[in-house]
């Protein structure tokens, strides 16, 4: 069905990217348990990682996938809800001079 709506997907692949510190037998062995057939790579940085039949593949993703630590999201979450306050505060400022227009405002030419 997916092969049908999009022709060019290729569901036997995983594209990975961050391995310029990785051989290939270091990708083959982190996929040990789902073992790939070949390694496409497409620059130094990023590769495919090509399996025979689109299951494994899948199974590789599923299975060796995982969720990001859950102290880190909360960290993350933090530093963004600081920054977007000091940027709201900084656009409150800005917008106080009375000579400026308001967004959306149209001002008149007469």
């Known amino acids: 069905m997916m092969k049908k709506a999009i ?10 990217c961050g391995v310029d510190e ?7 062995s982190y996929f040990k348990e789902y073992p790939p057939a070949h390694i496409e790579w497409l620059d130094d940085t990023s590769c495919n990682v090509v399996w025979l039949d689109e299951m494994t593949a899948t199974r590789a993703l599923i299975n060796m996938s995982s969720l990001p ?8 979450d933090a530093s963004e809800d600081k920054s977007s306050g000091k940027n709201k505060k900084d656009k409150q400022e800005d917008s106080s001079d009375d000579d400026e227009t308001e967004e959306g405002e149209v001002e008149d030419e007469n």
């Open 7 to 16: 022709p060019k997907v290729r569901l036997e692949t995983i594209y990975i």
């Open 22 to 28: 990785i051989s290939t037998q270091d990708i083959f």
């Open 69 to 76: 630590a859950q102290d880190k999201i909360r960290s993350r």
